[in-house]
């Protein structure tokens, strides 16, 4: 008997290797390479997950132009915003034990808020819709504006001059996409834990996943197979521009991962490893606004809700410091494609890529031209 059971687990094991192994449609590799040359994107990683397993991880290009380093599948490059549904999936960790309020004002975690926050609820937070003005914005940080993106605040000032700035709508009138939100929501998370966001990401959701390469961004730890990120400035293939260390470990966006974890985040998605489904429920439902219409944009919390062709599509990208990078996933095919770059948002598309890789895998996916 243990010879049969460990012949039939042998044969699992191979089956599963085999389908891992399962070679990409035809034209992918070419598109792809396609793709890098005509947006002159210096390296791209390609993910693609079937029921959260990996079917496709592959570099195509180089992950540092200066060392002529190709791109592989362990290359890791910064999260930009994909990395806000990892806070936000850690917030409804916290709602789920009772410590957040979803519904609760945000003054209870900035008792030094102006009067202006009392009505901004968690969740505007979460869906953007609270009204609070981007600290990121061209205004704010150009030379003389209040935000110097060189210089290395605490959290608490960096909170406090969030605070300072006057919101530009009542909360759920409208929603607009606002970094602030997140840099909030990674304040409170501390708030509540008593620990900085991304030790408690690494406690909670990394470590218990296998995610062995995903971590808050450090500019001076050795970080094994890391990437550059690049720019174009007119025509000319530049280095990321410098930011201070405080602007890579806001909640808002600031990860290190590569394919190979993110397979492992996709697989957890179809499971209540992390949260319950209700809670998943309500993270990939759209916004509400005040007049009881949905949001336009499809956004939920961390995610845009979209279908193409028919199909669920939740989906969300990122850009960072020469970094762009986009996660689409077709919930109903159980079909996820990932694509990350490096090179900066205004001059290349993961979105593009991922959606036409993934009709390249399913047809029925294929945007319309």
Known sequence: MKIIRLGSLLLLVLAASLAAAQPA??????????ELTRQHIPGIALGVYRDGKIVTAKGYGLANVELNVPVKAETIFQSGSI????????????????????????????????ATWQNIKVRNL?????????????????????????????E????????????????????????????????????VTGKFYGDYLQERIFKPLGMTSTRV?????????????????????KNQEWVAPL???????????????LSKWDAALYTEKLIRKSSLDQVWTPAKLNNGKVNADGYGFAWFVHSINGHRLIEHGGSWQGFHGHIARYVDDKLTVVVLTNLDSAHSDAALIAHHVAGLYQPALMPKP
């Open 25 to 34: 449609p035809r034209g992918v590799d070419q598109y792809v390479q396609s």
């Open 83 to 114: 990395g806000k549904q990892f806070a936000a999936t850690a917030v409804m960790m916290l709602v789920e034990q009772g410590k957040i309020d979803l519904d609760g004002s945000i003054t209870r975690y900035f008792p030094d808020a102006p």
């Open 217 to 237: 961004i450090s500019e001076e730890d050795i970080v094994p197979n890391r990437a550059a990120g690049y720019r174009l400035v007119n025509g000319e293939l």
């Open 247 to 261: 602007f890579n470990t806001t909640a808002d966006g600031a990860l290190y991962f590569n394919v190979l974890d």
């Open 126 to 154: 979460l869906s953007h819709t609270s009204g609070l003005a981007e600290y990121e914005s061209d205004e704010k940080t150009k030379p003389g504006g209040p935000v110097n993106m060189r210089t290395d605040y605490t």
């Open 156 to 191: 608490e000032q960096f909170v406090k001059m969030i605070e300072s700035f006057p919101p530009e709508f009542a909360p759920g009138e409208k929603w607009v996409y606002t970094n602030s939100n997140y840099v909030l929501l990674g304040a409170i998370i501390r708030e």
